[in-house]
Structures are given as structure tokens and as C-alpha cells.
């Protein structure tokens, strides 16, 4: 046979062996698919891959959130802004001649600073401000703004959460009625299970016969368990109860409700001591945390609230709610500057997102006003 007849012969069987081999391929990624399991072969859809994308950001930020955001969108506290530098900004608008000190020290006592506030401001103003400063609005804007940010500075930086070592950490919410405890803690309970953490709330408010059933429905819209045992009427059992249990199952987190209630009323803050006590037997350390829950509407009784709650159990922070629809966010810095504890949380709406961890840099730039909004 001749070398070119050979060479014919090879190109043939080569041809032959790809035709094969291309029939062929089809039966055997079929039979190949059969064999492995389908979570190997199919790709994770678009939204679960976002959702993990999420859920790994979280982890990664430590629950750090992007508070900015409450300067970003300023309208969240121009009620505010209108009560404090609103009405300064139109009373320099308004006069020809420089406004009298008292004048200004008139709009920022009933702008809920706090009397120790106004003074510390109205010290600078008189003392370090020279004749066409005190005629200038943004320059006394300049040292309401400082005054206000070294009052936030002047604590001592602490985490947003004191974690425990080990077993859950307890976080105990009080507050009178009205102020927004249930609704905090179903936002919290939500944004700690969005970052993977274990929480267990516990219903601790037994005096009121509707707490429980709407913490449930925040507690379901989380998807995290509540720890409500039928006919306990013993908060402080509830509590001692919910602690072993999230202990014993190795959860993260315990969010404890209270009963809402005036801090006068003696037996009540006294349920509250013992409700705090009794946590201790389970764990040592426990409350981690005891955070009372503010309604920004009421001012400074807002604050005086807060003074005996403190004197009763020894605040670690303040959520202060509803910012977005008072004139009162100037209690804020009473609040810090009087009861020497910070402001851990801030509320600015109704939605999840609208809990917002407290940044005083933030807070302080949102209720300002700009150069360019004064004619």
C-alpha cells in the first residue's frame, strides 16, 4: 500500500473517532448529571447569591451600619433644625441691628438643650465672640455646633454592644409605655438576625395583656423565637426562665421586654430591680446591657424619666425614638450632657432600616443650616 494511501486511511478512522465521540457526549453528561447531586452541578440562583452576599457584608461590618445616612437625608430632622437654628437663622434675618444675647439664649432654652447646655453656650457667645461675630449667624451656628460635639465627646467611647465572653448576652429595654420599646425591639431582633446571630426575646412585660401579642408579630416578621410561657404573671420568672433557655441552647442573645411605667411609681421601678437581680443567678454578669428607650416627643421629661430609671438601674444607653417628627431632638444633648450616658440608637422612621446607630457628627451636621439657605 502506498504512503498515501495510508495517509487516507488514518484521516478516516480520525474522522470516524471525533464523529463518535460528538454522538456520544450527550448520553454521557446525561448519565454523569444522574450520579452527582444537583447542588454540585446548579449554580446558586442571582438572589441567593445577593442574599449570601448580604448576609457575609454583615458579618464582615460587625453590625456596623452606615449611619450617614441620617445625613444624607436631612428632612429626616428638619423639625428640628426649624426649632433650633430655624429660629435663630430668622431672627438674624429680621433685625437690622446685632439680636440681643438674651434674645438668642431665649430660642435655645425652649429648644430642649437643657440649662446646662445654654449656658456652656451662651458663656463662649458672651466671652469669645468678637462684636461682628455675635452679629453673624453662622458664626454663632459654629459654637452651638462645637458645644454640641464636645458634649457628645466628653464620654468616655464605649461599643454600641458590651458582648459577652461567653453564653448569651443579655440586653434588658425599659421605658414608660408609648415610648417605643416593642417596636425597638422587634427592629433590633430583626437586624441582629440578619446578621446571623442566634436571638431569643423574651416577653417580659406581664402586665400588659396585648405586649406579648405584639411582640410576636415583630418576633415572626423577624423570624426569631419569643420565649412567652402562658400564665406567668412573674416578670422576673420570665426572665430567669428565658436566660437558662438560651443558655442551655448556646443562643447569642437575649432581648428582655419590661412593662412600661412611670418612674414614679415606686413598687413598679422596685419589680424592675428584682427582674434585674434575679438575671445575675443565671448569669453573673447579666444584664449586659440595660437600655431604656426614649420617645424624643417628650423633651425634657423625656429626660427627667431617664435620671430615675438610671438612679433605679444603672443605664448603659439611650434609644431615642420618633426624631423624625418632633421639634425636640435638642434633647439629645441634655440627655448625654445630664444623665452621662450615651445614646446608643436613634429612631427616624417607621421601617426597619429607620433604627439607626446614634453618630453625634451625624446628628449634629442634619440639623444644621447651610449657608446657602440664608438670604
Known amino acids: 500500500m502506498s504512503e498515501a494511501h495510508q495517509d487516507a486511511i488514518y484521516y478516516l478512522i480520525y474522522f470516524v473517532a471525533l464523529l463518535i465521540l460528538a454522538i456520544a457526549t450527550p448520553f454521557l453528561l446525561k448519565a454523569f448529571k444522574k450520579k452527582t447531586p444537583p447542588s454540585v452541578l446548579q449554580p446558586e440562583s442571582p438572589s441567593e447569591l445577593q442574599s449570601e452576599m448580604q448576609a457575609k457584608s454583615l458579618q464582615d461590618s460587625k453590625f456596623q451600619q452606615d449611619s450617614s445616612t441620617i445625613h444624607s437625608e436631612p428632612r429626616k430632622l428638619q423639625k428640628t433644625e426649624q426649632q433650633i437654628f430655624g429660629r435663630l437663622k430668622s431672627l438674624f434675618s429680621s433685625n437690622q441691628k446685632t439680636p440681643a444675647l438674651d434674645e438668642i439664649e431665649e ?54 454592644v458590651k458582648w459577652a465572653h461567653e453564653g448569651p448576652t443579655v440586653i434588658m429595654i425599659v421605658g414608660v409605655n408609648g415610648a417605643g420599646k416593642t417596636t425597638t425591639i422587634g427592629k433590633l431582633s430583626s437586624l441582629w438576625a440578619l446578621e446571623g446571630k442566634k436571638v431569643l426575646v423574651a416577653a ?23 420565649f412567652s410561657p402562658p ?72 429626660l427627667a424619666q431617664a ?51 446614634f453618630s453625634s457628627q451625624d446628628f449634629i451636621q442634619s440639623i444644621a443650616s447651610r449657608e446657602t439657605d440664608l438670604a
Open 204 to 226: 417580659g412585660d406581664t402586665f400588659r395583656a396585648a405586649a406579648g401579642s405584639q411582640l410576636k408579630v415583630w418576633t415572626d416578621r423577624a423570624q426569631v423565637e419569643i
Open 307 to 357: 435620671k430615675q430609671f438610671h438612679e433605679a438601674l444603672g443605664l448603659s444607653g439611650v434609644v431615642l425614638t420618633k426624631l423624625d417628627g418632633t421639634s425636640k431632638g435638642g434633647v439629645a444633648v441634655s440627655v448625654v450632657h445630664d444623665l452621662r450616658v450615651p445614646i446608643k440608637w436613634i429612631g427616624v422612621g417607621e421601617k426597619i432600616q429607620d433604627l439607626k446607630i
Open 231 to 302: 400564665n406567668v404573671s412573674d416578670p422576673s420568672a420570665v426572665a430567669f426562665d428565658a436566660i437558662q433557655k438560651a443558655k442551655a441552647r448556646g443562643d447569642d442573645l437575649v432581648l428582655l421586654d419590661t412593662a412600661g411605667r412611670l418612674p414614679n411609681q415606686a413598687h413598679l421601678m422596685d419589680e424592675l430591680k428584682k427582674v434585674k437581680r434575679v438575671m445575675t443567678k443565671v448569669i453573673p454578669d447579666a444584664p449586659h446591657e440595660v437600655w431604656i428607650v426614649l420617645d424624643a416627643n417628650s423633651g425634657q421629661n423625656a
Open 107 to 160: 430660642i435655645l432654652y425652649t429648644s430642649d438643650l437643657g440649662p446646662a447646655t445654654v449656658e456652656k453656650i451662651m458663656s463662649v457667645v458672651s466671652n469669645e465672640l468678637s462684636k461682628s461675630e455675635k452679629n453673624n449667624f453662622f458664626e454663632i451656628q459654629k459654637v452651638i455646633q462645637s458645644e454640641m460635639q464636645s458634649i457628645f465627646d466628653s464620654l468616655p467611647a464605649t461599643p454600641l
